[in-house]
T-cell receptor, first 115, second 112 residues
Framework: NAGVMQNPRHLVRRRGQEARLRCSPM?????VYWYRQLPEEGLKFMVY????????ESGMPKERFSAEFPKEGPSILRIQQVVRGDSAAYFC?????????????FGSGTRLTVV | KQEVTQIPAALSVPEGENLVLNCSFT??????LQWFRQDPGKGLTSLLL?????REQTSGRLNASLDKSSGRSTLYIAASQPGDSATYLC???????????FGKGNQVVVIP
């Protein structure tokens, strides 16, 4: 019974390249959340998705960032034209429902380094 | 906007002492509060989930209390062990949305 799976664990990109981060939720979970943890900062909400739908992207930067959760396959967080300030740990979480009683299960994260 | 503060930011205790970690939040309109553990370079492990209607939750040596009206939660770890060394994160789920608000964490070192 695998938990939330994120890959890659570590990703190095040069400035201007694209970064694609993948997240497979826990089996049976259809709600996915992305968070970013900058050095010395707390985790910040980015986006909440259900299958094929973006529910809440209020924490996502308006430019260069996008997210999707297709009908088949993992959720993808895509960062275009990366800059040094994008270096951070990106965590994905999933929940069974959107019910207020549900807790979230987090993955191990992808650590992005922009050089 | 929900603000979550964790005090102290860092602490060191000798093995066997009880740990007391504090979390405060500014808006008492919450669905639940969740405590996580994060090891260096690793992901988050859920420790305890307390619903807004609950006062406390217990799991083994861990006990978390919630005082929603005053905006406080405390995580107690009894008889600390070196393996408890980690950063402990408090996260609040505000009423009406799915956006967890996190504190910056309590970084704990248990000295053998």
């Amino acid at each position: 019974n695998a938990g939330v799976m994120q890959n890659p664990r570590h990703l190095v990109r040069r400035r201007g390249q694209e970064a694609r981060l993948r997240c497979s939720p826990m089996k049976g979970h259809s709600h996915v959340y992305w968070y970013r943890q900058l050095p010395e900062e707390g985790l910040k909400f980015m986006v909440y998705l259900q299958k094929e739908n973006i529910i809440d992207e209020s924490g996502m930067p308006k430019e260069r960032f996008s997210a999707e959760f297709p009908k088949e396959g993992p959720s993808i967080l895509r960062i275009q034209q990366v800059v040094r300030g994008d270096s951070a740990a990106y965590f994905c979480a999933s929940s069974l429902t959107a019910d207020k009683f549900d807790g979230y299960t987090f993955g191990s994260g992808t650590r992005l380094t922009v050089v | 906007k929900q603000e979550v503060t964790q005090i102290p930011a860092a602490l060191s205790v000798p093995e066997g002492e009880n740990l007391v970690l504090n979390c405060s939040f500014t808006d008492s309109a919450i669905y639940n509060l969740q405590w996580f553990r994060q090891d260096p370079g690793k992901g988050l492990t859920s420790l305890l989930l307390i619903q807004s209607s609950q006062r406390e939750q217990t799991s083994g040596r861990l006990n978390a209390s919630l005082d929603k009206s005053s905006g406080r939660s405390t995580l107690y770890i009894a008889a600390s062990q070196p393996g408890d060394s980690a950063t402990y994160l408090c996260a609040v789920r505000p009423s009406g949305n799915n956006r967890l608000a996190f504190g910056k964490g309590n970084q704990v070192v248990v000295i053998p």
